[in-house]
């Protein structure tokens, strides 16, 4: 079983930066993908970001050259680095786990609130 917990969301003024943290226990697949999603009010889940065991990283086209996705093995941790926040950034960031072995197994930590305000 993994147990994935969310730290560092927070309120920031619009331009501003915070760090997410996701601490990973539990069991760890070689092959996985961490990533970041988000939910904004009254909207969809979306993708933010992915981090895969080979260091390959995806992320959605709005964050791209202002968020960083990245990886702390000794400590167990994925982090995301959040520079130059804008208002719309505001959600509830969640961080998720997909594990893959004879079957796919897929993980949610329970999420962190940001606010960017203007």
């Known amino acids: 079983q993994v147990q994935l917990v969310e730290s560092g969301g927070g309120l920031v003024q619009a331009g501003g930066s915070l760090r997410l943290s996701c601490r990973i226990s539990g069991i760890m697949f070689l092959r996985n993908v961490m990533g970041w999603y988000r939910q904004a009010p009254g909207k969809q889940r979306e993708l933010v970001a992915t981090l895969s065991n080979d260091g390959s990283t995806n992320y959605t086209d709005s964050v791209k050259g202002r968020f960083s996705i990245s990886r702390d093995s000794a400590k167990n941790t994925v982090s995301l680095q959040m520079n130059s926040l804008k208002p719309e950034d505001t959600a509830v960031y969640y961080c998720?786990?997909?594990?893959?072995?004879?079957?796919?197994?897929?993980?949610w930590g329970q999420g962190t609130q940001v606010t960017v305000s203007l």
């Open positions: 998720n786990g997909k594990l893959f072995g004879s079957r796919i197994l897929e993980y």
